[in-house]
């Protein structure tokens, strides 16, 4: 499976912005997804993760409360609705899909940046 993330650009602090993260295959249904980033210089980190079904998410402690992840397996895709945003924020955006057994995430695709300047 390879995952398509779209929807990063150019924000004032404070704005809000959706990410979109779109499969090509239907295997990406019965799997967790999760949102990572990666500023210039820095490592890849990660953002939130949501279960196949929507019912469990998780958040690093550096987004909690301002970012929210949800999808729609009708259309196969993740989204993160990312609110309040701070020049922190600014990095390339990419999403993956976890391996149930070996918790590892995989089906990189091409991310978007996410730019947050005034």
């Known amino acids: 499976v390879q995952l398509q993330a779209s929807g990063g650009g150019l924000v004032q602090p404070g704005e809000s912005l959706t990410l979109s993260c779109t499969a090509s295959e239907r295997t990406f249904v019965t799997n967790a997804v999760g949102w990572f980033r990666q500023a210039p210089g820095k490592e890849r980190e990660y953002v939130a993760s949501?279960?196949?079904?929507?019912?469990?998410?998780l958040y690093a402690d550096s987004v909690k409360g301002r970012f929210t992840i949800s999808r729609d397996n009708a259309k196969m895709t993740v989204y993160l609705e990312m609110n309040e945003v701070k020049p922190e924020d600014t990095a390339i955006y990419s999403c993956?899909?976890?391996?149930?057994?070996?918790?590892?995430?995989?089906?990189w695709g091409q991310g978007t940046q996410v730019t947050v300047s005034s």
């Open positions: 993956g899909v976890r391996d149930s057994r070996s918790q590892q995430y995989y089906g």
């Open positions: 949501i279960s196949w079904n929507g019912g469990g998410t």
